[in-house]
């Protein structure tokens, strides 16, 4: 089984940034649709970003022209750049792999275990 690793989540300021990281624990051959999630307390788990293997992005359009989805191929890493945060985006942050192959096979619907992002105002 292929795991999904968040880092990067923490305190920040409003306005201030910061850069999710979600790590394969193995080489992905390729994939369908990489996302990013999020859930703040008592509300449902909601899309923030996603990009597709030809590079095509999507944004909630609660953070677009904040948040940057993009994708290292040759370290297998999804990354979330997040700029001018804001209070509303505190919530744990999940990366999802729609569908992924490599040498350990092939999977659908792999999720990362969570970080957390808080926001001070």
């Known amino acids: 089984q292929v795991q999904l690793v968040e880092s990067g989540g923490g305190l920040v300021q409003s306005g201030g940034s910061l850069r999710l990281s979600c790590a394969a624990s193995a080489r992905i051959w390729s994939f369908s649709v990489m996302n990013w999630y999020r859930q703040a307390p008592g509300k449902q788990r909601d899309m923030v970003a996603s990009?597709?293997?030809?590079?095509?992005?999507n944004y909630a359009d609660s953070v677009r022209g904040r948040f940057t989805i993009s994708i290292d191929n040759a370290k297998d890493t999804l990354f979330l750049q997040m700029n001018n945060l804001k209070p509303e985006d505190a919530a744990v942050y999940y990366c999802n792999a729609e569908a992924i192959a490599g040498p350990k096979g092939a999977y659908r619907d792999v999720w990362g275990q969570g970080t957390l992002v808080t926001v001070s105002s």
């Open positions: 990009i597709t293997k030809d590079g095509t992005t």
